[in-house]
């Protein structure tokens, strides 16, 4: 059984920088930050394998923001900068415990354990 507890998110003006974290209990495949605005469907952002650290991001947010995983805190991190109003959003980290193919590494159907979300809010 995974847990998962996300902290951390706010809110800021364009251009400004937020980090969210995802505190984990349980092992992990993989894990991963997803996003969903008000009317809109949840959209993959950024994912990231347990074991090798190597990292997967959307197009939109591609030398902005960045995962990051501390084993030894099991904590997992999304780092976001150059924020911009289209990212305002309910952030919320996802794990998967069992192999996920590169292909499918930003599919939200390859993730089983979610957290409760954080609002980020970006301001123009």
């Known amino acids: 059984q995974v847990q998962l507890v996300e902290s951390g998110g706010g809110s800021v003006q364009a251009g400004g920088s937020l980090r969210a974290s995802c505190a984990v209990s349980?092992?992990?495949?993989?894990m991963g930050w997803f996003r969903q605005a008000p009317g809109k469907e949840r959209e993959a952002v950024a994912a990231?394998?347990?074991?090798?650290?190597?990292?997967y991001y959307a197009d939109s947010v591609k030398g902005r923001f960045t995962i990051s995983r501390d084993n030894a805190k099991n904590t997992l991190y999304l780092q976001m900068d150059s924020l911009k109003p289209e990212d305002t959003a309910v952030y919320y980290c996802a794990a998967s415990v069992r192999p996920v193919p590169i292909v499918d590494i930003l599919s939200l159907r390859q993730y089983n354990y979610w957290g409760q979300g954080t609002q980020v809010t970006v301001s123009s």
């Open positions: 990231i394998y347990t074991g090798s650290g190597r990292s």
């Open positions: 349980g092992s992990t495949y993989s």
